[in-house]
């Protein structure tokens, strides 16, 4: 599916939200893909211009070859969407059923509840169920029409770590048949243990693209900090390596993508004091790409461009 050059504005009082800005995405079949982004980054607005909920004011929305509202309607796409909530008083076996009976070529309703992992309480009604059971039989529900790209927003903000786990699994079993998956994330161990790709997003538009090693190399791949000991601060961003430098009280911190030549330039300064060394993780990565006042600029040339 492709976006090209997608823009969703919302006038809101006092101005102009520019929810998706400019948006290039190329997500190929087969692919995990994660959404990564804050709150209000754009996330949930991207996933309702490829499901056809929204159409952009400019740019265009391909999704397997045809627009978004036609590819949902043949079927080919299933969703799970932070606001959904099945119907009540019905059995889930029940709800599966009439929802596959809506589909062109739905999956079989057996194989939709194994695949979802909600076969043990098919019989059940879908309001006497535990969050962690309603968020599965959402999952069915995305399933019943056999699509082949699965779209989820935000699929376990309320599910607890092992209800999250076996969604995961059941969500890996969909992906291993060739299926194609993009979901939304805040969470970045959820992003970077169940995605081929993340794709993070900020303010509309995408910071970053690729595997969370392409994501971590981007944003610096180590930390140096050390004490500046009143040592000055001007400079520190034109040692060897360094990508960004931020000064907190008397502490000095910089983002490099060579820590060996940041560590030996601030030896001969002088300048060792209290040093330490880490490797950037992902979270440091995700911050310096979408702090508010960003202080490390990705270029394209750097970042991990999948298709
Ligand atoms: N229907 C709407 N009307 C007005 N503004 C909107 C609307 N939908 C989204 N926005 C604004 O667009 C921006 C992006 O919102 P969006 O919901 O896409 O972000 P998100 O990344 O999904 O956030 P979250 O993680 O909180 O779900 C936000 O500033 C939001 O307030």
Redesign the pocket.
Known sequence: MVLTGAVKT?G?AGGV?R?VDGMELSIGRGETVALL?R????????IRLLLGLDRPDSGTVRVLGRTAERAVLDGLVGAML?DGRPIQRVTVRELIAFVASTYPRPMPVAEALALADVGAYADRRVDKLSGGQTQRVRFAVALAGNPELIVLD?PTAALDVEARRTFWESMRAYARRGNTVLF?T?YLEEADENADRIVV?DRGRIVADGSGDAIRRAAGGSLVSFDLAGGPTEGLELLPGVIAVEVSGDRALLRTDDSDATVRELARLDAIRGLQVSRATLEDAFLALTAPAAAVAVPASETETVR
Request: proline fraction near 0%; aromatic fraction near 6%; charged fraction near 15%.
């Open positions: 919302f809101r939200v929810a982004g709150n209000g980054a754009g996330k949930s607005t991207t932070q935000e939304s805040h997003v």
